[in-house]
């Protein structure tokens, strides 16, 4: 089994920064494709963000490309992700998963609580 904490969210003004953490633990001797998704009040889960095991190939949505950073450190067992030049509609609960590294939501095997994040204009 395997578990994931996010943290990092939290209030920030449009234009401000804001870095989550994704905390592994469990069945760590297994490295995962990690991916973050998203999801706003009313909307469904959309994908953010995804890397594989190595963290050598990434993969991001249109809507966040260019302002947004995935990585990780297999060493920590944590998997970041660096938000820049944040927007309003980046507003939503933001989920770490495992197992994927695709964009599809049903690819991935396990899924943190979520971490707010919310973004004033």
């Known amino acids: 089994q395997v578990q994931l904490v996010e943290s990092g969210g939290g209030l920030v003004q449009t234009g401000g920064s804001l870095r989550l953490s994704c905390a592994v633990s469990?069945?760590?001797?297994?490295?995962?494709?990690m991916g973050w998704f998203r999801q706003a009040p009313g909307k469904e889960r959309e994908f953010v963000s995804a890397?594989?095991?190595?963290?050598?190939?990434?993969y991001y949505a249109d809507s966040v490309k260019g302002r947004f950073t995935i990585s990780r450190d297999n060493a920590k067992n944590t998997v970041f992700l660096q938000m820049n030049s944040l927007k309003p509609e980046d507003t939503a609960v933001y989920y770490c998963?495992?197992?994927?590294?695709?964009?599809?939501?049903?690819?991935?095997?396990?899924w943190g609580q979520g971490t707010q994040v919310t973004v004033s204009s």
């Open positions: 998963a495992a197992g994927g590294g695709s964009r599809r939501a049903y690819d991935y095997d396990y």
């Open positions: 469990g069945r760590t001797s297994r490295i995962y494709p």
């Open positions: 890397i594989s095991w190595s963290g050598g190939s990434t």
